[in-house]
């Protein structure tokens, strides 16, 4: 009879190897560009030589790293952190309201805050030369015979399924410390510890886990880890059913999370041969589903490979934007077309990608958080281009205090991304430094002070915590505190058990991980006007910041004397 149950599955599989692509790899797609521009300058003081428009360009800067400039800053303080543990209590209440699906997070934890991440120490001096040579013939034979032990620990504490053994391996916190009780271990018990059932305490190790492993582990590796433990323990009886059981879940889990730059073919080809095992070994549900994972991710990579939309290059071309039509619109109807836009580039960005992107900063395995910000670009150098393309000095000022206007709806929709982003133009250089009026230069100062730098910017961070949900943060902020966590905290300890996993550093990743999809959940309700997106063309006409600079320099000359402000 089970065998009737297999063949007709047997259909998965066959679907299965028509994904796998050939000749076809991440390392293929066309390259990120670099965008020609200096930095935005957010000082509030007006100057004329600032840049210098005749001179060099500096180094081409990615469109992470030019959105990163609106906000950089070279520490942070525990107010910035403090943040995270306030929304995540409220999102802890709100999520208490409704069950969610079962390959989403759960609950927000209740943690006390963590320490704000420190600088990077300097490095330590390295052992002599003559010392390494001294010893390194002794050093090879021992780190051989080391690694033939450490393979058979890590394979037998793989296999462990009793829960008294397993925590006999972790190293827990103490009372004085805050965070969850696993401080440190092993890769290999760090990951039978998330196949554990348990209280939502251990729901929330899971959740931890599951974001934070690529920062110890590869999801090859996991994945096959699981593979085999699965395999393993499903041969060693009833005893340990259980535990198998409970290591196939977490690793369809595991593939849900995937990003999709994740899902290469060598990958795949380990997918499709787990997928026969559990059909072979009965697990049709649990074939299925994890059947149905794979296609979605395939379908998302083939979506982000064959899609030139999202690869676009800012199109600092120097194609003049259509003026005079910006007034023309309601300033509450641009601002929703504005949240309308960034919700659906926000909700598509992985939690993968931020990691990944905070460790290593390649842009290419990060496709939706790059184009996010490329968005964010575009839109601020359209606004700039909107503004600095009016003849006359009194048509610039009713531009400048339309998008004020538009500000001030998106501040009422919560969308933090869009507002920054129209204010890293209306306080860019080029048109900072034209005549304004008094009255209108204040409002922009007044507008600025949501984004005050000082004490690692405070203000934003209130208003950010206050905010009732749907909203759209500034990623900037999220992005640099996740650096500091990576570059301030070890990724390893010395225990009583040797060298392990420092789990409590993942556990801060994890607190700003968890905000940010605390963030994607809730949706705008908001209906598509064709009108304004047509009036947006994807904000592709703007002018390149060299442009911007001359036609501000010929509004107003370098050194020329600034007019009395009305």
């Not at 949900?469 to 999220?478: A, N, Q, T």
Request: proline share 5%; hydrophobic share 35%.
């Amino acid at each position: 009879m089970f065998i009737k149950k297999c063949d007709i599955d047997l259909s998965l599989l066959t679907c299965l190897s028509c994904l796998l692509p050939v000749g076809v790899s991440g390392s293929q797609k066309a390259s990120t560009f670099g965008f020609n521009s200096t930095h935005v300058d957010t000082s509030s003081a007006p100057s004329d030589d600032v840049i210098d428009p005749e001179a060099p360009m500096s180094s081409p800067l990615s469109p992470i790293h030019q959105y990163l400039q609106f906000c950089s800053t070279s520490s942070t303080d525990p107010s910035a952190v403090s943040f995270y543990q306030k929304y995540k209590v409220r999102q802890r209440d709100q999520d208490s309201a409704h069950q969610l699906d079962h390959l989403t997070t759960g609950s927000a934890p209740s943690v006390g805050p963590f320490p704000a991440p420190a600088l990077p120490p300097k490095k330590k001096q390295q052992d002599t030369q003559s010392d390494n040579e001294d010893s390194s013939v002794d050093h090879q034979q021992g780190s051989e015979f080391s690694q033939r032990n450490g393979e058979e620990d890590e394979e037998d504490e793989l296999l462990l399924a009793d829960p008294n053994e397993i925590r006999h391996r972790i190293t827990l916190k103490s009372e004085e410390e805050e965070g969850p009780d696993v401080k440190a271990a092993s890769p290999e018990i760090l990951l039978v510890q998330a196949t554990q059932p348990g209280s939502s305490e251990q729901n929330q190790y899971q959740e931890a886990f599951l974001c934070t492993y690529r920062g110890f582990a590869t999801p090859s590796d996991v994945i096959s880890k699981l593979q085999r433990r699965y395999r393993i323990l499903r041969e060693g009886g009833a005893a340990d059913l259980t535990a198998a059981r409970n290591s196939i879940q977490l690793l369809v889990r595991v593939v849900a999370g995937l990003s999709s730059v994740e899902l290469e073919p060598d990958l795949l080809l380990l997918l499709s041969d787990l997928v026969f095992c559990l059909l072979i070994g009965g697990e049709l549900g649990m074939a299925r589903l994890l059947h149905a994972n794979i296609l979605s991710k395939m379908e998302e990579r083939w979506k982000l490979i064959g899609s030139p939309q999202s690869l676009r290059p800012l199109a600092a071309k120097g194609v003049a934007a259509r003026p005079g039509t910006l007034l023309d619109f309601r300033s509450q109807d641009l601002a929703e077309q504005l949240t309308l836009l960034d919700s659906d580039l926000f909700c598509k960005i992985q939690l993968p990608e931020v990691l990944l992107w905070s460790k290593e900063q390649n842009e290419e395995r990060s496709p939706h958080l790059t184009e996010f910000t490329q968005h964010f670009n575009n839109v601020s150098f359209w606004v700039r281009s909107v503004v600095i393309l009016q003849d006359k000095a009194q048509d610039r000022e009713k531009h400048l205090l339309k998008f004020l206007k538009v500000m001030k709806h998106l501040r009422k929709l919560n969308n933090f991304n869009s507002y920054l982003s129209i204010l890293s133009a209306l306080d860019s250089a080029p048109l900072r430094r034209l005549d304004w009026q008094r009255s209108t230069a204040e409002s922009l100062e007044d507008m600025s002070s949501l984004i005050d730098s000082s004490s690692s910017f405070r203000a934003y961070r209130a208003a950010l915590a206050e905010a009732e949900p749907p909203c759209i943060p500034y990623l900037g902020l999220i992005l640099q505190d996740l650096t500091f966590v990576h570059l301030g905290n070890p990724d390893t300890l010395t225990t009583s058990l040797g060298s392990k996993v420092n789990f409590s550093k993942c556990w801060q990743q994890f607190n700003i991980l968890d905000t940010l999809r605390g963030f994607q959940r809730e949706r705008y309700s908001l209906a598509r006007d064709d009108d304004i997106m047509s009036f947006f063309n994807d904000f592709s006409d703007h002018l390149a910041e060299e442009a911007l600079w001359e036609l501000s320099l010929r509004i107003r000359p370098r050194n020329a004397p600034r007019a009395n402000q009305r």
